[in-house]
């Protein structure tokens, strides 16, 4: 059983940084595509950040230079560091991961995906 288990969320102050990690289980991540996505409350889910084993990263326009999504391959696990934190971040977060074509690396959203269960950011001005 596939299981991606979000961790690192919290309260900061806008200009601050978190860092969240995305721990898989059940299958070894290094060939496949993952990303992060967030939700708030009345709005649909946006994608992040996406990374691709043989393209690299790919981030959406709000959070470039801000955000910067990793993968440990040893250890199974996704980041994502975020720095320069501003109150319109906050949200839910969840990592996602692809096990078909890749088309999490154009933020895509789609049901077919492993998803964790959201770890919550909260930015304060």
């Known amino acids: 059983q596939v299981q991606l288990v979000e961790s690192g969320g919290g309260s900061v102050q806008a200009g601050g940084s978190l860092r969240l990690s995305c721990v898989v289980s059940?299958?070894?991540?290094?060939?496949?595509?993952m990303g992060w996505f967030r939700q708030t409350p009345g709005k649909g889910r946006e994608g992040v950040a996406a990374?691709?084993?043989?393209?690299?990263?790919t981030y959406a326009n709000s959070v470039k230079g801000r955000l910067t999504i990793s993968r440990h391959d040893a250890k199974n696990a996704l980041y994502l560091e975020m720095n320069s934190l501003k109150p319109e971040d906050t949200a839910v977060y969840y990592c996602?991961?692809?096990?078909?074509?890749?088309?999490?690396?154009?933020?895509?959203?789609?049901?077919?995906?492993?998803w964790g269960q959201g770890t919550q950011v909260t930015v304060s001005s």
């Open positions: 996602a991961l692809d096990p078909n074509a890749c088309g999490i690396f154009n933020l895509d959203i789609s049901s077919s995906y492993y």
């Open positions: 059940g299958l070894n991540h290094v060939n496949y595509c």
């Open positions: 990374i691709n084993p043989l393209a690299g990263a």
